[in-house]
Nanobody, 128 residues
Framework: VELVESGGGLVQPGGSLQLSCVTS????????IGWFRQAPGKERERIAC????????YTADSVKDRFTVSRDNLGKTVYLVMNHLKGEGPAVYSC??????????????????????WGQGTQVTVSS
């Protein structure tokens, strides 16, 4: 199982970024994928997740209306489009999945502990 994130970088407040999570080594259509972020000294938080053919993917209240999660099932890739980024300092954004994080249940119902396959993360810094 492999997940590889890309697309992070330095962006000014109000700017946009698109993160990608390319996956391999498992049946992409069976599992949900989550996006998480962790700032220095803070707990990791799930900000979005999406299942196969999910008409209503989950986005956290803290990023709702600014972030959009989507997936390309053919390319086995999940995207996170982040608009109107706030000057919250650096954070590492990671995608993840897990053996029980299956498409047959709402992706937000899975606890963070159930995500046991993680990418290496990509750093996003929002600063002027």
């Amino acid at each position: 199982v492999e997940l590889v994130e890309s697309g992070g970088g330095l962006v000014q407040p109000g700017g946009s970024l698109q993160l990608s999570c390319v996956t391999s080594g498992f049946r992409f259509e069976v599992y949900s994928i989550g996006w998480f972020r962790q700032a220095p000294g803070k707990e990791r938080e799930r900000i979005a997740c999406i299942s196969h053919n999910d008409p209503s993917p989950y986005t956290a209240d803290s990023v709702k209306d600014r972030f959009t999660v989507s997936r390309d099932n053919l390319g086995k890739t999940v995207y996170l489009v982040m608009n109107h980024l706030k000057g919250e300092g650096p954070a590492v954004y990671s995608c993840a999945t897990g053996g029980t994080v299956t498409a047959g249940r709402p992706c937000a119902s899975a606890s963070i502990d159930e995500y046991n396959y993680w990418g290496q993360g990509t750093q996003v810094t929002v600063s002027s």
